[in-house]
């Protein structure tokens, strides 16, 4: 079972294509709605996008529109991100309020003081917003939380600005560290990514480039976790360890053996999950998107575990759907305690967004009778082919595309 490059990272990387004319390659790109939509909000401001198998190429023009309508960026939320780039190399941009999934309040107030500080400034009106900067100058930017997007779209509006930026308590995500050596590629100076601090000495100019990206940690996370759900043992094959250390441990403590392989991991699980207690965190913590997949796991555990979100708020509005199939949970704030069935049932249930859909599937392998999971397209939006992998695996497992 190969895992396909991080929807998180090819997202981002196909953003900051915009902060250089030329003809990039992307390699390792899944074929998922988020990507194609990402590639027709480029293609709306003058981008040619095209993607055959895993290979995306971009060919971006001296000049852009630099405007990311409503109808395409309320689709996902990762859109934001067009914001610095097109600051960085054209001076301003108009970009509506963002959507995606709907698991809390999420505000980008980070992202746009941030880029006031580097010498952007915004207007609101309509729904959109609407920046603009003569040129962005260097400076010390202090987060106040380490937000991946506001230091993926402060990293992209740097690398062009005059001068040295510093981003003080900085996401250190794997995605991050790939956006970064991208950019070095392209022409750029960026050093310390995957640490707190990171340091942007702007350049003139950058140029296209080819890139392969980074293995997703999150798809690796949820074919493990259905192996922890159903058993056997299976290949995750790219999985990189060193991106998702604390993950291992937790899926250790639960009673999953995994070990190193020539190309990722080996992944071996017999008989129920060991309940445990989890929080999430920033990077290099617990993620949260694995949260949905380890409550899941702990719904069958031996035991009771404690899940305490730490991230986003609202992000339990999936317990309800768990809880449809027989799982024993009681959410409270920030707090989930599940207390561990002996088996699951079947049930038609919804999926609210990406993560949770993935652990409803992988709920739906070891429940009795049939799972029927509405709002499937969910899915569709970050994992590559998700059932027919399940499916080469051994699950029985369908998709009727009118979810």
């Keep these: 079972m190969r895992i396909s490059g991080a929807k998180n990272s090819a997202l981002k990387l196909m953003a900051a294509s915009l902060l250089a004319s030329g003809r990039f390659t992307l390699r390792g790109v899944p074929?998922?709605?988020?990507?194609?939509?990402?590639?027709?909000l480029l293609e709306q401001m003058g981008v040619t996008v095209f993607q055959e198998g895993d290979v995306l190429t971009l060919d971006v023009p001296e000049r852009v529109t630099p405007e990311a309508p409503y109808e395409l960026v309320e689709r996902m939320r990762a859109s934001i991100v067009v914001l610095g780039p097109l600051l960085g190399r054209f001076g301003t941009a108009r970009v509506s309020v963002p959507g995606g999934d709907d698991f809390g309040h999420r505000p980008i107030d980070m992202h746009l003081r941030g880029l006031e500080e580097l010498g952007a400034t915004f207007t609101t009106s309509h729904g959109y917003i609407e920046g603009r900067a003569d040129r962005l100058v260097g400076t010390t930017v202090l987060l106040p939380y380490p937000s991946v997007g506001a230091t993926e779209n402060l990293l992209m509006a740097a690398v062009l600005a005059r001068g040295t930026t510093v981003i003080e308590n900085a996401a250190r995500e794997p995605e991050i560290a790939d956006l970064a050596a991208f950019l070095n590629a392209m022409g750029g100076q960026v050093g310390g990514?995957?640490?707190?601090?990171?340091?942007?000495?702007?350049?003139?100019?950058?140029?296209?480039?080819?890139?392969?990206?980074?293995?997703?940690?999150?798809?690796?996370?949820?074919?493990?976790?259905?192996?922890?759900?159903?058993?056997g043992e299976v290949e995750v094959a790219g999985a990189r360890p060193e991106h998702m250390e604390m993950l291992l441990v937790k899926l250790g403590e639960m009673g999953l053996h995994i070990s190193p392989s020539t190309d990722g991991l080996v992944v071996t699980?017999?008989?129920?999950?060991?309940?445990?207690?989890?929080?999430?965190?920033?990077?290099?913590?617990?993620?949260?998107?694995y949260q949905p997949l380890l409550v899941t796991l702990l719904a069958v555990g031996d035991s009771v575990g404690i899940v305490t979100e730490n991230v986003f708020g609202g992000r339990f509005r999936y317990i309800d759907e768990l809880m449809r199939m027989g799982a024993d949970i009681r959410a409270e704030g920030h707090h989930a305690v599940i207390r561990g069935v002996g088996s699951l049932s079947g049930a038609p249930v919804r999926a609210p967004d990406i993560r949770a859909g993935a652990a409803l599937v992988i709920a739906g392998l070891v429940a009795d009778g049939e799972t029927l999971i509405g709002n499937a397209h969910h899915v569709e939006r970050g994992y590559q082919d998700l059932v027919g992998n399940l499916a080469s695996l051994g699950a029985e497992v369908s998709y009727s595309g009118s979810g």
């Design 31 to 40: 074929r998922i709605a988020d990507v194609r939509w990402m590639g027709e």
């Design 193 to 231: 990514a995957g640490s707190s601090t990171i340091t942007i000495e702007g350049v003139e100019g950058l140029e296209a480039v080819e890139h392969i990206v980074v293995p997703d940690r999150i798809e690796a996370a949820t074919y493990m976790a259905a192996v922890g759900m159903a058993g």
């Design 269 to 289: 699980a017999l008989g129920r999950p060991r309940s445990v207690d989890v929080a999430t965190l920033p990077y290099p913590g617990v993620a949260t998107d």
